[in-house]
């Protein structure tokens, strides 16, 4: 029975086949998936190229949304640490860029509006306890269910366009992918979402 042993993916990506001695070099996938793996169980050396690998994916990303880069540093680190912590809760290794940006973006749209605007509490008990609030927290339970029950790249592009505020071409931007792509891909997230929600968020 052949055996197939894998190199450390940060090390030289080659995949040996014992038997037919075939060597090859393995996918980005399989070379994050490899690294996240890693990670995930508490290799630092493995999380460090983990972030370096995606390190410039993420500083566009953070420039697209808050256009500062001492802020979108700040942003980036942040984030790095929410990763770390984190990591082990990531169920699919292959979606951890997905997951990683709309960690990163989120972060960025909160910094942004904590500098636009201070949240108003005059009369917050009042309001909380309005029938049209209850209505409208039921409403946004029922959201986040159905958002929880979608893909990731569904969540994202999602997020970011009714969420965080993003314009298509902002979008596009972050995702590296033309105007036209993230019009589309709004389009089937936005039915599928639809589906789930129509549903009450539930399976």
Request: contains cysteine.
């Amino acid at each position: 029975m052949e055996s197939m042993k894998m190199t450390n993916a940060a090390k030289g990506d080659e995949i040996v086949l014992q038997g037919r001695k075939k060597v090859g070099k393995i996918s980005e996938t399989g070379k994050v998936t490899a690294l996240v793996e890693s990670a995930a169980q508490g290799d630092k050396q493995a999380f460090v190229a983990l972030i370096d690998l995606h390190r410039q994916t993420m500083y566009a990303t953070a420039m697209a949304v808050i256009h500062n880069e001492a802020d979108a540093m700040d942003a980036i680190q942040d984030v790095i640490l929410i990763l770390w912590e984190k990591l082990h809760t990531l169920q699919n290794p292959k979606v951890f860029k997905t997951w990683m940006l709309r960690i990163l973006v989120h972060r960025c749209s909160r910094m942004l509006k904590t500098k636009r605007r201070e949240v108003p509490t005059d009369n917050v008990k009042d309001i909380l306890t309005s029938p049209e609030e209850y209505t409208r927290l039921d409403e946004a339970a029922d959201v986040q269910r159905s958002m929880e029950l979608l893909s990731e790249d569904d969540k994202l592009i999602l997020q970011l366009f009714y969420f965080e505020d993003l314009s298509v071409y902002q979008i596009a931007k972050v995702l590296s992918i033309n105007p036209e792509a993230v019009r589309m891909r709004l389009s089937r997230s936005r039915r599928r979402f639809q589906k789930r929600f129509d549903m009450g968020g539930t399976v």
